[in-house]
Nanobody
Framework: QEPLVESGGGLVQAGGSLRVSCAAS????????MGWFRQAPGKEREFVAA????????QYADSVKGRFTISRDNAKNTVYLQMNSLKPEDTAVYYC????????????WGQGTQVTVSS
């Protein structure tokens, strides 16, 4: 069983919205937090957002604050990233991750899902 399974993503015009989801296995759900990183072509992977399972405390990269919202459904072991007011620079492969608080340490990675924002 894959530790993290992503869904959602796709192609959207600038200013539009998308939601990506990540379902965690029994192993991955034991992590303190889950969230998302992204990697654009030719760039390093960067942190996007994280949420703690227990308290639901969220953290965001400055570049997405006010536009993206991370949430979790403990009953479904699933984390969601709602992305609004998307910009072409948000285009990247989005990777789900599970690990320590704030995802300073990542123990599990998802396979990645493509998000493309056209101008």
């Amino acid at each position: 069983q894959e530790p993290l399974v992503e869904s959602g993503g796709g192609l959207v015009q600038a200013g539009g919205s998308l939601r990506v989801s990540c379902a965690a296995s029994r192993s991955a759900v034991t992590a303190d937090a889950m969230g998302w990183f992204r990697q654009a072509p030719g760039k390093e992977r960067e942190f996007v957002a994280a949420v703690t399972w227990r308290e639901g405390s969220a953290q965001y990269a400055d570049s997405v604050k006010g536009r993206f919202t991370i949430s979790r459904d403990n009953a479904k072991n699933t984390v969601y990233l709602q992305m609004n007011s998307l910009k072409p620079e948000d285009t990247a492969v989005y990777y789900c991750a599970a690990g320590g608080v704030g995802l300073g340490r990542v123990f599990w990675w998802g396979q990645g899902t493509q998000v493309t924002v056209s101008s």
